[in-house]
């Protein structure tokens, strides 16, 4: 099928169409062919729907939607509390780093004051 014939079957400008499959096939990681095969027009018109119904934003959206490479952006609230509970970790993970070397420097202390008074026996 043309490109053309696709534009006149989804009443779209044809430049739009060529912009669209410009963007398919950088997302499939083609070379763009005179002719659309039958799988291009089946994306394309799943594609087209996506941005028609509102399910997706952009053309290229709706292409990773259907190409099973769309990952939805993260709410900012949610990457705010990601962020508080990172930042939490790190805390923890200092001071506990802390608390050991507390450990290994007392260890230290009894294993000289062991050795000391074993060596002066």
């Not at 087209?48 to 990952?71: C, E, N, P, V």
């Not at 705010?80 to 507390?102: F, G, P, S, Y």
Request: charged letters at 25%; zero cysteines.
């Amino acid at each position: 099928m043309l490109a053309s014939e696709l534009a006149r079957e989804l009443d779209v400008d044809p430049s739009v169409i060529s912009k669209r499959l410009n963007i398919y096939h950088a997302e499939m990681g083609t070379a763009r062919p005179r002719l659309m095969d039958d799988q291009t027009v089946t994306h394309m018109r799943e594609a087209h729907a996506l941005l028609t119904s509102g399910k997706a934003g952009t053309f290229k959206q709706a292409i990773q939607q259907l190409l099973g490479r769309y990952t939805a952006p993260i709410p900012s609230e949610s990457a705010q509390e990601l962020l508080r509970r990172m930042e939490a970790l790190e805390t923890n993970q200092t001071q506990l780093v802390k608390r050991m070397d507390q450990i290994a420097e007392y260890l230290r202390g009894v294993l000289v004051k062991r050795n000391g008074v074993e060596g002066g026996s």
